[in-house]
């Protein structure tokens, strides 16, 4: 049942997918022209989404929605890797730097109203930004990598997933 999930998730999600690759940032980005300034504000909006998305979903896990339950993997959580990187981009004090985007703040406002309002409304946002972080995040690493020119893995934990052992197989 869940791998016919993810695939009717993928199929439906593919239109999409393909509006986003062609955004000005994304093409960009996948073309390897990555500014620091333009990343380090990526990874800050990231900070908020997942913060709002992790919270949600470890709500919704301890009151055990029974549609919720089953995907709040904390091996996915993305938080933690995200602060990591902000204290590698803006020091120990990154808190005090960052500020969340107009559109990160609509994005945010949204998964706490799906939340609360249709919390299975969650799976598709819950599949967009893990899975695809599990699956397309080692392209971007790469990418990021050599664009910001970055040794080692300082400053792209974000794309880690300590946690998972088999990153195909999960």
């Given at each position: 049942?869940?791998?016919a999930?993810?695939?009717q998730l ?21 073309k ?6 333009s990343?380090?504000?990526l ?15 470890e ?5 055990e ?9 904390k ?10 990187d ?17 559109s990160?703040k ?32 080692q ?5 990021a ?26």
């Open positions: 049942m869940a791998v999930l993810a695939g993928r199929e439906g999600t593919k239109k999409s997918h393909t509006m986003a690759e062609n955004t000005g940032f994304v093409a960009c980005f996948l390897g022209v990555v500014e620091k300034k990343y380090r504000k990874i800050s909006d990231l900070y908020f989404v997942y913060q709002a998305m992790e919270e949600e979903i709500r919704l896990v301890l009151e929605h029974p549609v919720i339950k089953p995907i709040g993997f091996s996915l959580f993305r938080k933690e890797t995200l602060e990591n902000l204290r590698y981009y803006f020091g120990e004090n990154w808190k005090d730097q960052i500020n969340i985007s107009k990160a609509e994005y945010v406002t949204r998964i706490r109203m799906v939340a609360k309002e249709s919390p299975e409304l969650l799976v598709g946002h819950h599949y967009t930004r893990y899975i695809g972080d599990l699956s397309g995040g392209i971007l690493k790469k990418i990598k050599k664009a910001l020119d970055l040794k080692g893995d300082n400053g792209l934990n974000f794309y880690e997933f300590n946690l998972i052992d088999n990153e195909k197989e999960f």
